[in-house]
């Protein structure tokens, strides 16, 4: 069993930055990626960025060169900075790990554990 909290979130104007993290505990020596999705209002969740077990990352069309995921060193912690926030990024995020995310690691039905979310609101 894996948990997963995620914390971080808050309100900030469109250009601003904000630093999601997600505390990984458990039994996660064998989780083949970690990865962020978030969910708005009305929307399908979808996948922001996942790392993988050998560190690779993927990132949503969208986010790439404003988001960044990373872990601590000893992948007990999962981090989103996230800058240059637009409205369109206002959601629920989550946190979400995988026993094996094979080829989709942006796909939520790729993931087995999922946190709490956290949410990020952006104002214009």
Same mark, same amino acid.
């Given at each position: 069993?894996?948990?997963?909290?995620?914390?971080?979130?808050?309100?900030?104007?469109?250009?601003?930055?904000?630093?999601?993290? *997600?505390?990984?505990?458990?039994?996660?020596?064998?989780?083949?990626?970690?990865?962020?999705?978030?969910?708005?209002?009305?929307?399908?969740?979808?996948?922001?960025?996942?790392?993988?077990?050998?560190?690779?990352?993927?990132?949503?069309?969208?986010?790439?060169?404003?988001?960044?995921?990373?872990?601590?060193?000893?992948?007990?912690?999962?981090?989103?900075?996230?800058?240059?926030?637009?409205?369109?990024?206002?959601?629920?995020?989550? *946190?979400?790990?995988?026993?094996?995310?094979?080829?989709?690691?942006?796909?939520?039905?790729?993931?087995?554990?999922?946190?709490?979310?956290?949410?990020?609101?952006?104002?214009?």
């Amino acid at each position: 069993q894996v948990t997963l909290v995620e914390s971080g979130g808050g309100s900030v104007q469109s250009g601003g930055s904000l630093r999601l993290s *997600c505390a990984v505990s458990g039994y996660s020596h064998n989780l083949s990626a970690l990865g962020w999705f978030r969910q708005a209002p009305g929307k399908a969740r979808e996948g922001v960025a996942a790392i993988g077990r050998e560190g690779l990352t993927n990132y949503q069309y969208s986010v790439k060169g404003r988001f960044t995921i990373s872990q601590d060193d000893d992948k007990k912690t999962l981090f989103l900075q996230m800058n240059s926030l637009r409205p369109d990024d206002a959601a629920l995020y989550y *946190c979400a790990a995988a026993l094996f995310v094979g080829s989709r690691p942006l796909q939520s039905d790729a993931y087995d554990y999922w946190g709490q979310g956290t949410q990020v609101t952006v104002s214009s």
